[in-house]
């Protein structure tokens, strides 16, 4: 399509700030701006990429609102657009040219479904997908092979579920919610008793509540508690491998990186940001807007809009004043000595 076209379609996602069409040219396909050839359109969120815009091959950019960026791009001849957040409208470009794989509503004949199950309209299902009784699927539900879904959950329309993914017992997932492959939604927390004799099981009788827009990364465990639910607030990203223990409560808009953990009862507030690897122990709370570095560690209770970083967390400045501390502790051992050494030859 021409580039101007793909404004016209774009201009609802965002606010165009302003655009040279130079030459209208023809755009196929996006990319990274170093990899980018021609017919492609690409994009640069700053000034510390202005090089690139000299180098690249791509037919279009997508730049911030930046004057020198943009006479730079029109002094080479590609035609530009001027955005307040590049990256945003990059993504929506995206889906101008591409769209993920999604069957046809039909049910393969594989299908193991009990007759109780309550289909909504046009639901997709695949291979040996097993959903056992008094299920509830919503109309427009995509549901990919081998996926097993015990009795009692409520699927909301729209939702998507990926191959092999599990959801237990009277779990309930919202609408226009995504199920990566291999996860296990409303599996049974981790709740032993100690007791002489060994572990005594305490049977997870609670609930697994997944809102509207939810999504969880592959192979990522969300465990039902013991009494009570475990909540994933609305518009939620869980990146792959992500736990999430019995009763915890998660807010609104939060994202979670790869391999991070919550143990049981912690709640975090809306708009919360964790890294890779961030653990946070039992009952924790985290305020509203609050980031955590990777492989931070959180141990108690955090305010709204905190940053923080390391093990035990600390306040991200902090830490790096610490840091670098750290790095001229030889240095100040040694000089210690010395200053000792003196004290000794004058006492």
Avoid at 103 to 119: G, K, M, N, W, Y
Avoid at 128 to 152: A, K
Avoid at 279 to 302: C, E, H, K, M
Wanted: include cysteine; charge should be negative.
């Amino acid at each position: 399509m021409k580039f101007s076209q793909l404004l016209f379609a774009l201009e609802a996602i965002a606010p165009l700030l302003a655009s040279d069409l130079a030459a209208d040219p023809e755009v196929a396909g996006v990319a990274a701006i170093d990899a980018a050839s021609l017919s492609c359109l690409s994009y640069i969120e700053g000034a510390k990429f202005a090089a690139q815009v000299g180098t690249t091959h791509a037919s279009a950019l997508i730049l911030p609102a930046d004057a020198k960026l943009q006479q730079l791009a029109t002094d080479h001849g590609i035609a530009w657009v001027a955005t307040p957040d590049p990256r945003l409208l990059f993504a929506a470009a995206i889906g101008q040219f591409y769209q993920p794989f999604r069957p046809a509503a039909s049910i393969h004949p594989t299908a193991v479904i009990d007759p109780s199950v309550q289909l909504g309209d046009r639901v997709a299902i695949g291979a040996h997908v097993v959903i056992q009784p008094g299920v509830t699927i919503g109309s427009d539900v995509c549901i990919h092979p081998n996926v097993v879904i015990y009795p009692g959950v409520v699927v909301g329309d729209r939702t998507l579920l990926h191959a092999n993914c599990v959801i237990h017992e009277r779990s309930q997932i919202g609408t226009d919610c995504v199920i990566h492959s291999g996860a296990a939604i409303g599996s049974e927390g981790f709740g032993f008793v100690p007791t002489r004799e060994g572990w005594f099981k305490m049977e997870q009788s609670g609930y697994t509540v997944l809102e509207t827009g939810v999504e969880v990364g592959c192979n990522a465990t969300i465990d039902r508690p013991a009494v009570g639910e475990t909540r994933i607030h609305r518009h939620t990203k869980l990146d792959n491998l992500v736990h999430i223990a019995h009763g915890c409560d998660v807010g609104e808009g939060c994202a979670m990186a790869a391999q991070g953990g919550l143990a049981g009862g912690v709640r975090l507030g809306n708009r919360v940001f964790l890294g890779g690897q961030v653990g946070i122990s039992n009952q924790v709370r985290v305020g509203d807007g609050t980031q955590a570095a990777a492989q931070t560690g959180i141990t108690s209770d955090l305010a709204a809009g905190s940053v923080v970083m390391g093990t035990p967390a600390v306040p991200f400045r902090q830490f790096w004043k610490t840091a670098a501390l750290l790095s001229r502790l030889p240095e100040m051992y040694q000089t210690l000595k010395q200053l000792k050494r003196r004290s000794d030859q004058n006492s």
